[in-house]
């Protein structure tokens, strides 16, 4: 388990992983697009524990809806549109019917996934995560009428973060185990925190800023600092 620094700050401070038990994932395997098993490092009998961090994809790393939005505006579509006036979680409902027709078919379409920009700070962010020791899961949804959507979003993760990150893709992710899961939509949060011990955080968006969150807000530009260092 270290040499008892575990948790700490550089500068001594006590980090969130020194006030919470690390939630170890045992036996339990997960389906993963890699071929991995989604085991947690460390073997339970004394070896050394990796905290894995649950991340979400679309509105934390992935821009989706800016990358809708710039395709709707290279047709001509709803150039009245932008970031500002729609949320992640929202955005069907600032579009017509027939601004929303066409937004499903470029989102349904082969290669979309692979076109997406990434969240300001994500590159830099998870590649702090992964330098400070943190296992990096990528919890994300599939977008079932996409027949390349997993395939899609595969190339683009590893593109964007090429780290031993791994990928799952479900609906249900209070069913994932992990020590910290993050999220820009509240539900998940809510369902994962019920199922789960570990700690979850909202990733603030332009879409949640309006809810009341019982759980610890973040962005890329203070999340590695507020946790720290897992493994000394």
Request: glycine content about 12%; aromatic content about 12%; proline content about 5%.
């Amino acid at each position: 388990m270290g040499n008892g620094k575990r948790g700490s700050n550089a500068d001594g401070k006590t980090s969130i992983l020194e006030k919470m038990d690390p939630l170890r994932f045992g036996s339990l395997d997960y389906e993963i697009c890699d071929g991995g098993s989604g085991r947690g490092h460390g073997d339970g009998h004394g070896g050394g524990y990796v905290m894995i961090v649950l991340m979400d994809v679309d509105g934390v790393v992935a821009d989706f809806v800016g990358g809708v939005l710039n395709e709707l505006h290279d047709r001509g579509i709803a150039k009245d549109k932008d970031l500002v006036s729609i949320g992640p979680r929202h955005m069907f409902d600032y579009l017509s019917d027939e601004e929303a027709v066409v937004a499903r078919q470029i989102i349904n379409a082969p290669g979309f996934a692979q076109r997406l920009g990434t969240v300001p700070g994500a590159r830099y962010g998870v590649e702090q995560l992964v330098s400070m020791g943190f296992q990096v899961v990528f919890l994300t949804a599939p977008w079932d009428d996409s027949p390349t959507w997993c395939y899609d979003r595969t190339k683009w993760l590893e593109a964007m973060f090429p780290y031993d990150c791994s990928i799952i893709f479900t609906h249900a992710k209070w069913h994932v185990k992990g020590d910290l899961f993050l999220d820009d939509y509240l539900p998940n949060l809510v369902k994962w925190d019920m199922a789960n011990s570990g700690k979850a955080f909202l990733f603030n968006t332009q879409g949640n800023q309006d809810l009341d969150s019982p759980f610890m807000r973040t962005s890329w530009g203070g999340l590695p600092l507020y946790l720290g260092h897992p493994t000394a």
